[in-house]
């Protein structure tokens, strides 16, 4: 995923936006690692992506600042898995905006239901990517619960920064 040395100095930001993020894969990963899922192995699992094309993405999102390496250990061994960095975390917006699209635009296939997103402080449903339609508040991942009823979970985003190991 590299830049597109071309679009570098494009002056309309939609486009510089879209020299970063206009991979799919991206903001998958990004919504994977925002979930607590930035070992390597639950990346490749829960994405379904080969190692190679996971490899080659995230290490072109570690070179645009969306990811940074972090250490866990898996036993005596220490490895390498992924957080995301303020940049990343300030996507939430987009995904959640994208998941209400999803929602209203396209067929639930079967099985599937209403992917609820809880802003926990006001213990509400919103419908808005970037505050709260019902406090108001400024939505920040550490706050976002997802509800997705065809995997009967409830996952509590994780800030910046963060791994779950």
């Known amino acids: 995923m590299p830049l597109r040395s071309d679009w570098s100095t494009e002056q309309c930001p939609i486009r510089r936006s879209l020299d970063v993020l206009g991979d799919p ?27 190679a094309v996971l490899s080659r993405r995230l290490a072109a999102m570690v070179e645009a600042d969306l990811l940074v390496r972090v250490e866990y250990r898996d036993g005596n061994r220490i490895r390498q898995g992924y957080a995301a960095t303020d940049a990343a975390a300030e996507l939430l917006p987009v995904l ?23 802003h926990e402080p006001c213990g509400h449903e919103t419908v808005q990517g970037e505050t709260c339609s019902a406090c108001g508040q400024v939505l920040r991942p550490e706050q976002m619960t997802w509800v997705k009823p ?16």
């Open 150 to 165: 065809w995997k009967n979970a409830r996952d509590r985003l994780q800030p910046a920064g963060t791994l779950v190991a």
């Open 96 to 118: 959640q905006q994208l998941a209400i699209w999803g929602e209203r635009h396209t067929s639930v296939p079967e099985g599937g239901g209403h992917m609820a997103m809880v």
């Open 25 to 51: 894969w991206v903001l998958l990963i990004i919504r994977d690692v925002l979930h607590g899922r930035g070992r390597f192995d639950a990346l490749r699992d829960n994405l379904r992506i080969s190692e």
